[in-house]
């Protein structure tokens, strides 16, 4: 087992070990945000025959050469056609049909001319304008042609994407699994939050925080509990785990004498790969993968802003590979650093920051309290300032980068436009 690895380092061995979990069809209606597992490529055109973009008349171009509003050209109405109608029989010289939106076009009309372009005398209409050839239709095929390649495999499905889907004649497709994550709590200092009373117990703020992460990845979820501080116990609740795809304990992996984490999951067939990671917060880091069923294993520290920080760093990336993603990481932005900072070398700095907008540029302000224990100043902060292992000190107004960990940073307020 490698100890004190970079963050780098730790990533690739984490990344190295996952895979990709196989495919389930769904429903379309449910499979936004999943991970297609599948090409789509058109099997029927769309539209699937001309048809007219509006309501009016569908007519035969060379009847009408010259119309204008001083010059109206009248021709006969002799059918109409509705969207899901047919013509009745082909278009004539000399004559038009009525026709709406969506409709198909009738055999021999080659343009629509739009209702407001004419004026209805009788059973007859008076056109104003000489359409342009195929003026208001829609050609077959505009959208897609069979045998189009129009989705490729491991796109994530937005609502364009499904729409696409339906129009194709999909309601089920393949995707990737979602992975489940066993989430293990462990302390003899924790309690469920709705038992906490006066007596010097905290609650267990990791299992709440945990379970949304996997949520907000996509993946689910499962509760495996408190473990006291004891093999016994973390064992029994750790080998209810070993189904999921993924195990997350939180605490009891450090090197205290109440730290038994790490040994209970070499007992259980886990091959530690590696711990500790070269970071702040969140050294005492542990991964590896159970051999029998290729579980991944991540023991990550204990204190609630360690916890989350090394669930975003190592955790979600591999959430993201085994759901089939491309795109692993969160976004980083550049932004200017509101007052100056020093740190020590040797381990890369997670910063908690929140950021403002001043014109173009953002300004990163480190949050009050930096301690690992301090869960509020992830509440308060909308960011990660990263600071590299081997920096020491960073000027005001120097250029850092900022690990986007607030999915909603990029809305806005106003329209922007
Ligand atoms: P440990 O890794 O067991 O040394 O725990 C480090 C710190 O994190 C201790 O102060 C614990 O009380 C705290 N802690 C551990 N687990 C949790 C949890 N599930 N929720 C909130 N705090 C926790
Ligand atoms: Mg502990």
């Not at 309601?171 to 489940?180: D, G």
Request: contains cysteine; hydrophobic residues 40%.
């Amino acid at each position: 087992m490698r100890e004190g690895l970079t963050v780098a380092e730790a990533e690739s061995v984490v990344l190295e070990a996952t895979g990709i979990l196989g495919a389930e069809t769904v429903s379309a209606w449910n499979a936004a945000g999943r991970v297609l597992a599948e090409a789509i490529e058109a099997t029927r055109p769309h539209p699937p025959a001309d048809c007219s973009a509006m309501d009016g008349y569908a007519v035969r171009r060379a009847d009408l050469l010259g119309a204008s509003e001083t010059q109206p050209r009248t021709l006969p109405v002799v059918y109409e056609v509705a969207a899901g109608g047919q013509a009745s029989r082909p278009l004539g010289a000399g004559e038009s049909a009525r026709i709406f939106t969506g409709a198909p076009l009738p055999p021999g009309a080659d343009a629509v001319v739009m209702q407001e372009e004419t004026r209805a005398e009788g059973g007859q209409v008076a056109f104003l304008v000489e359409p342009e050839p195929r003026e208001n239709v829609r050609d077959a095929g505009e959208d897609f042609q069979a045998g189009d390649r129009l989705i490729e495999s491991r796109t994530v499905l937005g609502s364009a994407h499904l729409g696409v889907l339906a129009s194709l004649g999909r309601s089920i497709v393949a995707v990737h699994q979602r992975p489940t994550v066993a989430i293990l709590s462990g302390g003899d200092e924790l309690v469920e939050p709705d038992r906490l009373t006066d007596d010097g117990h905290i609650a267990s703020s990791n299992s709440y925080t945990l379970a949304a992460q996997c949520r907000e990845v996509g993946a689910r979820p499962i509760y495996l509990g408190i473990a006291e501080d004891d093999p016994a116990a973390i064992e029994a609740r750790l080998r209810a785990g070993l189904r999921a795809d993924v195990i997350v304990s939180s605490a009891g992996v450090s090197v205290g004498d109440h730290d038994h984490v790490r040994g209970v999951l070499e007992k259980l067939g886990c091959r530690l790969l590696f711990w500790g990671v070269k970071m702040k917060p969140g050294y005492p880091l542990a991964f590896g993968v159970i051999e029998a069923t290729g579980t991944l294993v991540f023991g990550l520290p204990g204190n609630p802003v360690s916890t989350a920080v090394t669930f975003e760093q190592f955790v979600r990336p591999a959430l993201r590979k085994l759901m089939g993603h491309r795109l692993l990481h969160r976004p980083v932005v550049k932004a200017r650093l509101a007052r100056p900072m020093k740190k020590g070398r040797g381990r890369l700095h997670f910063v908690r920051v929140s950021l403002e907008r001043e014109g173009d540029a953002l300004v990163a302000t480190p949050t009050a309290n930096q301690s690992s224990g301090v869960l509020t100043s992830l509440i308060r902060g909308q960011g990660l300032a990263i600071f590299p292992a081997e920096a020491e000190s960073f000027a005001a107004g120097s250029e850092v980068d900022v690990q986007i960990i607030d999915a909603g940073f990029f809305d806005r307020p106003d329209r922007g436009f």
